[in-house]
Structures are given as C-alpha cells and as structure tokens.
C-alpha cells in the first residue's frame, strides 16, 4: 500500500465521517462505525475481518471507559444536586473578595468540572455571575469568562472527565500522568484564558445581567449548602488515590521500594474504578444520605446521571473500533513508519488532527475521539514513555478545544445565557477557547523538553 494512497484513505475517511455529521445528520456513533467499515473496505480487509475488528474496538475500549465515565457521571451528579458547586463558588468568592472575584470563579470553574460536567457546572454557577455583576456594575465577561476557561480547561485536560480519560485509553496513556500534567499545564492556560483575557474583554463589551436578575436576590443560606471543606476533600480523593497508584507503580518499576502487599494495595485502591467506586461511596453518603437524602432519591439521580453518560460511551467505542481497524488493516503501521520521518513532533500532528476535526464538526468530543483513533497507531511505534503519551493526550484535548462557533453547542449555551449575539459570542467564547487550545499546545511542547 503506497504512501500516498494511505494518506487518501485517510483524508477521504475524515471526510466521509464530517459529511455524515454535517450535511447527513446521521449520529456520531453511527458515522465512526460507518468510517471505520470504509476504511477496513478501502484498505482491502477481509469482510469477516471488519467485524472482528469492530467486536474487539469496541470491547476493548468500553471495558475501561464505560467503566470510568459512568462511576464518574454519577460522583458528579450527586456533587450537583447536593449544592456542592454553589458551595465552592461562594466561599472562593468570600476569601478573595468581590475586587478579585475573576480569580476565585477561575478556581471554581477549575475545580467544579473536574466531577461535573462543562454546561451543567455553568448553567448552575450561572446566577453567581449575575450577581456578581449587578452588585459591582462590572461586564459580566469580566466574571464569565473566567468561569468558562476553568469549566473548559478541567473538561478538556482532567480525568475522570469523559474525553481525557477516553483519549488516554485509545492511546494507552496512563491517568495518573494525564492528571498531574493535566493540573499542571491546565492552571496557567485557564490564568490566561480567564482572568487575563476576562479583563481585557470585558473593557470592551459591557453586559448587563439579565433583567430578572438586575434586581437583589436573596441572601443564599450558607445552611443549604455542603460546606466547602468537605467538597474540596470529596472531589480531591478519586484525584489523589490515581495519583498514588501512578507513582507506587513508577517507584517499584525503578525499584526505589520493593513490590509488596502494600504497594498492591495502594495501587489496587488507586485503579482508576476502585478510586471512583469510593469517591461515588462518599460523595452519596456525605452529600446524599448523611444530608437527609433518601436512598430512593440517590438511586434516581444516578440512573438520571447515566444518561448523556452513555452517548459518550458509545462515541468513545465507537472511536475504538476506527482505531483497530487502522490497526488490523495495516493503516496505522504504515503510517507510524512514514510519519517517523515527518519534521512534525507527534504533540503537533495529535494537536493538528484535534483541530481539523473540531473546527469543522464542532464536537470536542468527538474531534478527541477521532483524533486519538487515528494517531494510536502511530504513537506506538514513537516509543514514547509515559509521560509524554500523557502530553499527546493533552495536545489531543488542546486541539478539540480549538475555535468554538456556530457548529458547537456551547457557542450557543454561552451566548444564550450571557445574552450576546453571534458576534460578540464569536469576539468573546471563541477567542477564549482559542487562547486555550494554543496555550496548551505551547505549554505541552514545552513539558515535552523535560519528559
């Protein structure tokens, strides 16, 4: 198979997926299977070969990924419904005062969507933001955007959020780097994407609060909420557990300890479905039933929480089943051997496809899920350790992230609820999405010189 026909194949798949997105509406878990099957047919596989490969794509990646995004889904749904969010935004904005507000919704936004996710922690935190507005007669950008950069950063950067941990599982990068990196490099793109940007912004385009809310609310009782302490523990413990297992199995790897029972252990209880099968144990009894919830109550918001859970399940399966069938056709060998002696860093090439996908569909999700299939193969034949596939999968969320507009959703979510139109959507969402799709990449090709 000659280079060039591989690289059609490619391209003609990508296509092929956009088209049936775009012009067809056909859903996205139908369209990857669709392109899956025509690649398989394009690169000469046997019939009965396709649905092997199909079968095992599929099997292979919702094992880990259903797993993880549906115990996720539900840790999220009880922080939700128990005020858990409202309580984080309004202590931050209590200790850092109405005069730097920006930086305690930036923290916010940060942390809320790390269990939550991006639109449902907006649209709950929404009316702080009104607020905040109407008491200190700023440009509700200047409180927005903030919140939006740290919504979008944690979504996009942090497991157990869908789409990193999707990523990471198609590329066979581990979470507890994707997590550590994911802070590290994720904090300073939403420093800039937010508070710096929100500032300059809001100078420029002033929006007022909805005229609902232009008038006093009333003074929330800290009563109702969970208090922040014990939100900030709930949502730091699946985070910290992964992390342990992370770096118990790097230190008996390099045998800086020897393998025992305890490091079993903690590397049993920091599995990415042990860590979260605690964290949803203690986020329903701490936020749920030691609250007054009734366990009938917990169950149903459970099940409620599973539903958008399983669209991207199926998505994310569905970008299993094109990654294996670039595998088994020989696609993706190829390709890693012709892109061995490309200029391009494989953190380019990842962020690259990211964005073509992104920028023309408009799903983040499914940009992710696209891109990840087709670079999986690849990135096996660069050797690269684990950190640095932890790099890719941030590259591959930075790229997703990339030019947000009328194709995708939370163009007009934001818009709606901020009451812009299409163009100040476009000078104000998509800049700052923009800003964090290119910061991340600078920041993750600049992790990559120490990794």
């Not at 280079?3 to 049936?20: H, K, Q, W, Y």
């Not at 297992?245 to 305890?262: D, Q, Y």
């Not at 991207?312 to 060998?333: E, F, N, R, Y």
């Amino acid at each position: 198979m000659s280079t060039p026909f591989l690289v059609f194949i490619v391209i003609s798949a990508v296509g092929l997926l956009l088209f049936m997105v775009l012009k067809l509406k056909i859903s996205a878990f139908v369209s990857l299977l669709i392109t899956a099957i025509y690649v398989g047919i394009a690169a000469g596989m046997p019939l009965q070969g396709i649905t092997t490969a199909i079968q095992e794509g599929m099997a292979g990646t919702l094992g880990f990924v259903a797993t993880v995004v549906g115990l996720g889904a539900i840790f999220g749904q009880m922080l939700e419904s128990s005020g858990g969010a409202e309580s984080l935004a309004h202590y931050l904005v209590k200790k850092f005062g109405k005069d730097n507000a920006s930086w305690a919704m930036v923290i916010t936004g940060f942390i809320v969507a790390i269990p939550v996710f991006l639109d449902v922690g907006f649209i709950i935190l929404v009316p702080i933001i009104y607020a905040l507005s109407r008491d200190t007669k700023r440009s509700l950008l200047y409180y927005a955007i903030p919140l939006l950069a740290g919504l979008a950063v944690t979504h996009s950067f942090i497991p157990p959020t869908p789409g990193p941990v999707a990523v990471a599982d198609i590329i066979n990068a581990q979470l507890g780097w994707v997590i550590f990196l994911g802070i590290i490099l994720g904090f300073p793109t939403a420093v800039i994407a937010g508070p710096i940007w929100g500032k300059y912004i809001s100078k420029k385009i002033y929006l007022e609060p909805p005229f609902e809310y232009q008038k006093p609310a009333q003074e929330v009782d800290p009563e109702n909420y969970p208090p922040f302490r014990m939100i900030a523990i709930i949502i730091s413990i699946p985070l910290l557990l992964i992390l342990v297992n992370t770096f118990t199995g790097l230190a008996v790897s390099k045998e800086v300890v020897p393998k025992s029972i305890i490091t079993d252990a903690l590397e049993f209880i920091g599995h990415p479905f042990s860590a979260l099968i605690i964290a949803t144990l203690v986020a329903s009894y701490f936020l749920g039933i030691k609250r007054g919830m009734s366990k009938q109550k917990i169950l149903d918001l459970s099940t409620k929480a599973l539903g958008p859970a399983g669209i991207i399940i199926l998505i994310t399966g569905a970008g299993g089943v094109l990654k294996q069938v670039l595998v088994d056709s020989g696609i993706g060998q190829i390709m890693a051997e012709s892109m061995a002696n490309s200029a391009l860093p494989p953190i380019l090439l990842a962020w690259l496809l990211a964005a073509v996908v992104r920028v023309t569909q408009g799903s983040a999700t499914v940009a992710m899920i696209t891109a990840a299939g087709i670079i999986a193969p690849v990135i096996s034949e660069f050797g690269l350790n684990d950190p640095q596939r932890a790099l890719v999968v941030i590259a591959i969320a930075s790229g997703a992230t990339l030019l947000s507009h009328v194709n995708d959703s939370g163009f007009w979510l934001v818009g709606k609820y901020l009451g812009m139109n299409e163009k100040q959507t476009l000078q104000t969402w998509t800049v700052m999405e923009t800003i964090i799709a290119v910061c991340g990449l600078a920041f993750t090709l600049l992790a990559s010189l120490f990794f």
